[in-house]
């Protein structure tokens, strides 16, 4: 037999896959909590989530915090002329390190530890959505930010599939050699 038993190679091996697993999940940033996995799987999603209590499901600044006596009101993204005179950068900003750093409302919080640059970028896109004034163009807007990232989600779940089955065959291995030994010291006695 070799320097190793089989159980041992199969952990040693189980603990190397799961190690360069691991690692290649931090690098492609596999580290989203379950919890905002759900918030995060479209733009509409994270819109509804993190921005339409303040600015409410169709971006009209009427969410469920919006309140009569609330100064300064939620931004309505619905007004076409304003929207038209908001740049890119400006609207990425005001999300990325909320309202004030764009001389708003100070009640707007900024999203960029929060939130990827991609996934900015496409609510910025969303909510420009809300001021087309062509209706076929808001569909085709809303349609685009539902679409889930196939190649991510995939990822995660082979991943969580990988774990699974080291484990088991770890833990397999485990048993096996467990019982190798207790067969050789019953066989002994």
Known sequence: MGYFSVGKKVIIASVLLLGIVGWYSLVNGGDVSPRDQVFLLSTKKTFE?????????????DGTFFTIDLKPKPRNFTDVEYMKKRAEDQLVKSITEGSKAVDKSNLCPPWGKTLTDKRIKELVVYIRGFSSQDPEKQIVVAKAATVEDKKVSVFRSSLRWVFVV??????????????KKLKNESAKC
């Open 49 to 61: 989530y993190y921005c339409s209590p303040c600015h409410g499901m169709k971006g009209k600044g």
């Open 166 to 179: 080291v484990i088991t065959l770890a833990l397999a291995g485990g048993a096996i050699s467990e019982w």
